[in-house]
């Protein structure tokens, strides 16, 4: 639905860009009319548009206004649509009229306001600046301390390597012990069974007969045979 509003906004809105801000949030909406300075220090501003459109408008005014804007009061009346414009104009001069003296002191507040604005602005960002300091700097120690932390760890990963490498020697030592002990073992057993081989010969078997024989011959006397 269209509808068309007039719109009286009070306060520090003159000489900070406050019209062309509403020009420009108007376009962006479609919204048609105008914004203009009044002589008792407020703006004007009287548009059509879609009803959504219009609101949004008014709550850009509220609550996005330009940094240097101070708002006192926005008092809004809703009218029929009337298709009276084709797009949305800045309209006035920039500082009231009046008289050359009163324009200019209008003109040099409003410099004072801008500067004090601009001044409290550049502390605020002084302050920025030194708090990103003292937290680079914070984050910098912390940054030194994992260092030093991450060297200690490689300092122990290196000792632990080395007791492993250690270990590998006497491992290696151990093998080779065990090796020499099996090579005499095997030697040994080599040994044993040439020995035995040994004995199983012709010699051997002449003693097993002989003592067969005699065996044989206690048996007789003693009647046992």
Do not use: W
């Not at 030093?148 to 007791?163: A, G, I, T």
Request: aromatic share 6%.
């Amino acid at each position: 639905m269209m509808k068309r509003a007039s719109i009286r906004i009070r306060g520090d809105v003159q000489m900070v860009g406050f019209r062309t801000f509403i020009k420009n949030v108007a376009d962006s909406l479609n919204v048609t009319g105008f914004a203009e300075n009044e002589e008792d220090g407020s703006v004007k501003v009287v548009c059509e548009g879609e009803s959504e459109a219009i609101e949004r408008l008014i709550n850009s005014v509220k609550q996005n206004s330009p940094s240097f804007v101070r708002l006192e009061g926005v008092k809004t009346a809703y009218e029929d649509y009337q298709a009276e414009f084709i797009s949305f104009e800045r309209r006035g001069v920039d500082v009231p009229g009046g008289g050359g003296e009163r324009e200019m002191v209008a003109l040099m507040r409003s410099f004072d306001k801008k500067g004090e604005v601009m001044i409290g602005f550049l502390g605020s960002m002084n302050d920025t600046l030194n708090g990103v300091k003292a937290d680079t700097g914070m984050m910098l120690e912390k940054q030194d301390m994992m260092l030093e932390k991450q060297d200690m760890m490689l300092e122990k990963q290196d000792m632990m390597l080395e007791k492993q490498d250690m270990t590998l020697e006497k491992q290696d030592e151990t093998i080779d012990v065990i090796g020499e002990v099996s090579e005499k073992i095997d030697q040994s057993k080599e040994d044993i069974v040439t020995e035995i081989s040994s004995l199983r010969g012709p010699y051997m078997e002449e003693k097993f007969t002989k003592i067969v024989h005699d065996v044989e011959l206690i048996k007789a006397k003693i009647g046992m045979a």
